[in-house]
């Protein structure tokens, strides 16, 4: 049973363009969260989406991120217009429900934005 | 909100024991996390608690106290390969699901 796929795992982006990461979650797991940790930092979380639904985009900005989680297909978690602060490493985890006990943990995106 | 506190960095001597505390503050309370991190890779999970107690599973045990709000990562004989980051999660009961709220990690250093 493969587990979380993430990719790209590394990202190189100049500033103002546009960064797709995308995340394949466990097999039978229709739950994903995506989590953003910075340098020296823990993960912070960003947003959580069942399949065709955004269901707590709490700790993404408001400008710029966007989420989906399509029917078919990887999650994908896209960032417009990057800038300098946007570079961190993306995680994605996944879980068979909601309040599942684990969230198994993808090998995440590096993003670098030069 | 949730605020969750753990040591930044701490460091032991190979085949010792060595105890990584968390603090938190939150409301309607799911659980707490314990995950491994070596650098560069993903978070592995080590243990959950939800109920007072001890948790014990081979050379790791997490112990919890609600009441308190504290936590700890109890590792034993430890090996070179336990120099890790130590990452404490705390879920939260809400409306919208039962995402995990991340303490800053404690990095781990095992010496010789």
């Known amino acids: 049973n493969a587990g979380v796929m993430q990719n790209p795992r590394h990202l190189v982006r100049r500033r103002g363009q546009e960064a797709r990461l995308r995340c394949s979650p466990m097999?039978?797991?229709?739950?994903v969260y995506w989590y953003r940790q910075l340098p020296e930092e823990g993960l912070k979380f960003m947003v959580y989406?069942?399949?065709?639904?955004?269901?707590?985009e709490s700790g993404m900005p408001k400008e710029r991120f966007s989420a989906e989680f399509p029917k078919e297909g990887p999650s994908i978690l896209r960032i417009q217009q990057v800038v300098r602060g946007d570079s961190a490493a993306y995680f994605c985890?996944?879980?068979?429900?909601?309040?599942?006990?684990?969230?198994?943990f993808g090998p995440g995106t590096r993003l670098t934005v030069l | 909100g949730q605020n969750i506190d753990q040591p930044t960095e701490m460091t032991a001597t190979e085949g010792a024991i060595v105890q990584i505390n968390c603090t938190y503050q939150?409301?309607?309370?799911?659980?707490l996390f314990w995950y491994q991190q070596h650098a560069g890779e993903a978070p592995t999970f080590l243990s959950y608690?939800?109920?007072?107690g001890l948790e014990e599973k081979g050379r790791f045990s997490s112990f919890l106290s609600r009441s308190k709000g504290y936590s700890y990562l109890l590792l034993k004989e430890l090996q070179m390969k336990d120099s890790a980051s130590y990452l404490c999660a705390v879920r939260e009961n809400n409306n919208a699901g039962n995402m995990l709220t991340f303490g800053g990690g404690t990095r781990l250093m095992v010496k010789p």
């Open positions: 939150t409301s309607g309370f799911n659980g």
């Open positions: 097999k039978g797991h229709s739950h």
């Open positions: 985890a996944s879980s068979p429900r909601g309040g599942g006990l684990e969230q198994f």
């Open positions: 608690n939800v109920l007072d």
């Open positions: 989406l069942q399949k065709e639904n955004i269901i707590d």
